[in-house]
C-alpha cells in the first residue's frame, strides 16, 4: 500500500492504479471478495481512475467497496463515509449533482441514526453537510442547513450558547457570497451572545469582531469597521497582515454586439478541489442544477465565462497561467496603486483583472487594532 500511495503522491496514476488492483487480487485470493481489507485499496484504485478521467471504473471500484461495508457491518455502517465522500465527489464531476448530494444526505442519514436528530451531538454531521455545500457553491442550501443548526442549538441548549457563533459568522460569509453584501444583521445576536458569556476565551470574541468589521468594510463602512476591529486585542505594537474578504461580485463585459453584461467571480471560503460548483442563473445563484465548471485562486470564475467574455482562445491552458500584482492596502479596505510584476496571461486577462482588483475588499492591516495602510501586498492569480 506504501508503495501504490506513493505513486499517487507522484502523479504517476496510471501505475499507482496498477499495483492497487495487483493488491485487490491478492487480499481477494487470500481472504475472499467480502473482507473489509480490501476497503482501502479499492478506495486507492477509484483515485487513481478519477485522476485518469475514468469515472465509470473509479465508480465501480467505490460501489465494490461500499457493498463489502454494508455486507460486513451494515447498511448504516459510518465505515462508509470515506467511500461516500469518495463518492459524492465522483458523482460531482460526472455531473450528476443530484446523486452527489443525495449521497451527502445519506451520510448525514448515517450519522442521524447514530445520534438521532435531536441530539446536539449531531451537530458535528450538520456541520460537515455544510462544508459540503460550502465547497460547491450551494449556498442557498448551506443557509438552510445553518437554520437547523441553530434551531437544535436553541431548543436544546439555549439561544446564548456560545456554539451558535460560529454558525452566525459562517451566515454572515454565505450571505457575501450569494452576491448579498449587507452581512452584518446576522451578527447582531452574535454581539448578544458575547455579552451573556463574559468569560468567552478572547480569540472566540475577537473572531466575532473581525467577521463584524469585515462586514462593515465590504458595506464600504470603514469607520464602522474600525470601531470592531479596535476592539480586537492584539499585543502592543503587533501587527496584522491584509486578508481577502470572502464574497461575490462581478466586472462589467462588452458582448460582440456592445450590450455590457456582469462576469461574475468570488472569493470562496476554501479552496474547491472539485473544479465545479453547482449554480443556477450565474455563478452568484447556486442551487442543485447546473455543473459550471470554475477556474482561479484566490478568485474563482466560470471557465467558459472567461473564455467567452474576453475571447480567449478556447484551448488556453489555464493551469499555466499566472499573474502577480503588487499594491497598497488601504486602512479602508480598498486596493490601490496596483502594479503588475509578472504574468505569462493574454493581455485582456491581465486587464480584467485589475478591474477584478476594484471591486475587492481587503481585511485591512491593523496596528494594536487600529487599521492602517500597508504598502507592498502582493497577491498571485493563478487559474
Known amino acids: 500500500m506504501d508503495e501504490a500511495s506513493s505513486l499517487e503522491a507522484d502523479r504517476r496514476f496510471q501505475s499507482a492504479q496498477e499495483l492497487y488492483e495487483q493488491i485487490v487480487v491478492a487480499i481477494t485470493d487470500s481472504q475472499g471478495p467480502h473482507t473489509t481489507d480490501l476497503i482501502e485499496p479499492l478506495l486507492g484504485k477509484a483515485r487513481s481512475l478519477v485522476s485518469r478521467r475514468r469515472y465509470e471504473d473509479a465508480k465501480n471500484a467505490l460501489l465494490l467497496a461500499q457493498n463489502i461495508v454494508h455486507r460486513q457491518k451494515g447498511v448504516y455502517s459510518t465505515s462508509q463515509l470515506e467511500v461516500i465522500d469518495a463518492m459524492s465527489a465522483l458523482n460531482l464531476r460526472s455531473g450528476d449533482i443530484r446523486q452527489a448530494n443525495k449521497l451527502q444526505k445519506f451520510s448525514f442519514a448515517i450519522r442521524r441514526d447514530r445520534y438521532g436528530s435531536d441530539n446536539l451531538d449531531i451537530l458535528p454531521a450538520h456541520s460537515q453537510l455544510i462544508q459540503w455545500y460550502m465547497d460547491t457553491g450551494q449556498y442557498h442550501e448551506v443557509r438552510k442547513e445553518l437554520n437547523k443548526a441553530m434551531d437544535l442549538v436553541r431548543e436544546h441548549a439555549s439561544e446564548h450558547d456560545p456554539r451558535l457563533l460560529n454558525y452566525m459568522r459562517l451566515v454572515a460569509k454565505t450571505r457575501r457570497l450569494q452576491g448579498i453584501w449587507k452581512s452584518e444583521q446576522s451578527l447582531v445576536k452574535a454581539l448578544e451572545i458575547l455579552d451573556k458569556n463574559p468569560d ?27 470601531k470592531y476591529y479596535s476592539r480586537v486585542i492584539l499585543e502592543e505594537g503587533q501587527q496584522t497582515e491584509p486578508a481577502l474578504i470572502p464574497l461575490s ?46 477556474v482561479g485562486s484566490p478568485f ?58 476594484a471591486k475587492i475588499r481587503y481585511r485591512p492591516g491593523l496596528l494594536e487594532g487600529i487599521p492602517i495602510d500597508t504598502p507592498n501586498v502582493q497577491l498571485t492569480q493563478t487559474f
Do not use: W
Open 200 to 226: 468567552l476565551p478572547q480569540d472566540v470574541k475577537s473572531d466575532v469582531y473581525l467577521e463584524l468589521a469585515d462586514a462593515y468594510v465590504a458595506r464600504r463602512k470603514p469607520k464602522k469597521a474600525a
Open 249 to 294: 461580485s462581478s466586472v462589467s463585459l462588452r458582448a460582440r454586439q456592445g450590450d455590457r453584461y456582469p462576469a461574475e467571480f468570488q472569493i470562496p471560503l476554501s479552496e474547491n478541489d472539485y473544479g465545479v460548483l453547482v449554480t443556477e442563473g450565474g455563478l452568484l445563484r447556486p442551487s442543485a442544477a447546473v455543473r459550471t465548471p470554475v
Open 300 to 357: 474563482q470564475f466560470s471557465r467558459d465565462l472567461l473564455i467567452g467574455g474576453l475571447r480567449l482562445r478556447p484551448n488556453l491552458n489555464f493551469r499555466r497561467v499566472k499573474i502577480t500584482f503588487e499594491f497598497t492596502v488601504t486602512k479602508s479596505g480598498k486596493v490601490q496603486e496596483v502594479e503588475l510584476l509578472a504574468s505569462n496571461a493574454p493581455t485582456k486577462l491581465d486587464n480584467f483583472m485589475r478591474k477584478v482588483l
